[in-house]
């Protein structure tokens, strides 16, 4: 069990800088994220794309952003538990515990809820009877590659990780890219390695084409894809891999007893606290009225929920108002040598 | 203010008044029209607005941008009709746009 003073559901830019107004007001916390990586949809949907609006930084990707949040809050030594998705909240007596997927559990005297739109989930096929091969010959991630030696692989998708793979596994595989246009969306470099492939024939390509159907009893033995003109065809193969990037889903969090507008945490706007006390929702996920999903809207909400914790951390003491500019104390906990 | 609808996978159809510079997505949103998410809130990044618009309008549309054909990729069984709700700006040539909503998002 790891006690601290608050949990951090989330590392997108709101999450981390919460991470630093905690921390001037002298308290400790950790933060868990689902994604293998800081910096939440920052990093996962426009780690390149430039963003205009961050106040006094006129121009910076979300890969940027994430970096100098990062070395912001460097002197808090804060531990990020990455990969693990908050699962179970319970209360008992005046502490929160949580717990996450891979059972890391944490006690705690207030959360707060940075998720984003929820966590990020593999966007999956909408073919109905898949369900019983998943995880076995259909999947959305790869742990071991040498499963596909000498095996007929299936790969969806135009993006860089479909690529990517249809390359990789194509020195070992037999390999079959579907996609649903003729277009592909990755590097050009990949782009025009796939075409080479083709051309060498060690990968076979069909475009236009999506999954209609799985055939297989106990396991997949062929799939059919359909053309945009409707007409069906019939692919023999062991493995299916689908890469068509992630979906952001609410999970858990919508079974914990919060009220929820939507796919929205509502909160008041004192304190960003929910309906359950010491639980403080922040960024996208909260919604009052006049909500902006902007990052620096999350920045103000994270400096006021941290604030709120404060009460929760330290009953017995008052939380007095300092500047960063002034104050020695805050000074010592950012680590500045004056 | 411009009439789009917007059909439901199961059907149900509303017929909406929306200010014109809104997005179809906005009009969908602001009157908790089911169906569509809009989960990055219009910012082209989620894919999670997708509508199928109706085969006499589509070419009325304002083109694709850069970015949305990358995104629809991603998007929930899409078809040559497919588009973003959030790229679709509501102007008075749009008066009496059809949308047809897929059964998810996701």
């Known amino acids: 069990m790891i006690k601290t003073d608050t949990l951090i559901i989330g590392a997108g830019p709101v999450g981390l800088f919460c991470v630093h107004q905690l921390g001037i007001i002298g308290l400790k916390c950790e933060v868990v994220d689902n994604l293998d990586k800081i910096g939440g949809q920052c990093i996962e949907l426009y780690p390149d794309k430039p963003i205009y609006d961050i106040p006094a930084v006129p121009e910076c990707t979300g890969e940027e952003l994430t970096n100098n949040l990062i070395e912001q809050i460097k002197a808090f030594k804060t531990n990020f538990h990455l990969n693990e ?18 059972g890391t559990e944490f006690e705690s005297s207030s959360i707060i809820i940075a998720a984003g739109v929820g966590s990020f989930e593999p966007r999956k096929f909408s073919t109905k009877e898949i369900d019983k091969f998943v995880g076995k010959e259909i999947l959305y991630s790869i742990r071991d590659k040498t499963v596909f030696k000498d095996k007929t692989v299936c790969i969806f998708g135009g993006g860089d990780s479909a690529l990517d793979w249809a390359i990789e596994l194509s020195s070992t595989s037999k390999v079959i890219l579907v996609h649903r246009r003729d277009d592909f969306r990755g590097m050009q470099a990949s782009i025009d390695k796939i075409h080479q492939l083709k051309e060498e024939g060690k990968i076979e390509i069909y475009t236009k084409y999506q999954m209609d159907s799985v055939q297989g009893k106990d396991k997949v033995e062929s799939i059919n894809i359909k053309h945009d003109d409707k007409t069906i065809k019939e692919i023999k193969t062991d493995y299916v891999l689908g890469f068509f990037g992630l979906i952001m889903q609410l999970g858990p969090i919508a079974e914990w007893g919060l009220n929820l507008d939507k796919k929205t945490v509502p909160v008041n706007t004192e304190s960003f606290e929910t309906n359950k006390e010491g639980i403080f929702a922040i960024g996208d996920i909260c919604s009052y009225p006049g909500k902006l999903k902007l990052i620096l809207s999350g920045f103000h909400e994270g400096a006021l929920a ?33 | 203010m411009t009439k789009v609808t917007y059909v439901e996978n199961n059907g149900n159809s509303h017929t909406i008044e929306i200010a014109n510079g809104l997005s179809v997505m906005e009009g969908a949103v602001q009157n908790d029209i089911p169906g569509i998410d809009a989960d990055c809130g ?18 009325k549309l304002q083109k694709k941008e850069d970015g949305e054909e990358d995104m629809l990729d991603m998007a929930f ?19 009496g746009l059809t949308v047809s909503i897929p059964s998810k998002q996701g």
Not at chain 1, 86 to 102: L, P
Not at chain 1, 323 to 335: N, W
Not at chain 2, 42 to 59: L, P, Q
Request: net charge positive; glycine share 4%; aromatic share 12%.
């Open chain 2, 42 to 59: 219009g910012g082209m990044a989620c894919a999670t607005c997708h509508v199928y618009v109706k085969e006499e309008w589509f070419d």
């Open chain 1, 85 to 102: 998705r908050v699962e179970e909240i319970k209360k008992i007596e005046k502490k929160w515990i949580t717990k996450t997927n891979k």
């Open chain 2, 77 to 95: 069984e899409p078809n040559k009709f497919s588009r973003l709700s959030c790229q679709l700006l509501v102007s008075d040539e749009l008066d």
């Open chain 1, 306 to 338: 941290a604030r709120g914790c404060f009460k929760y951390a330290k009953p017995d003491e008052k939380y007095r108002f300092e500047f960063t500019t002034s104050s020695k104390t805050v000074k010592e906990r950012l680590g500045v040598k004056e």
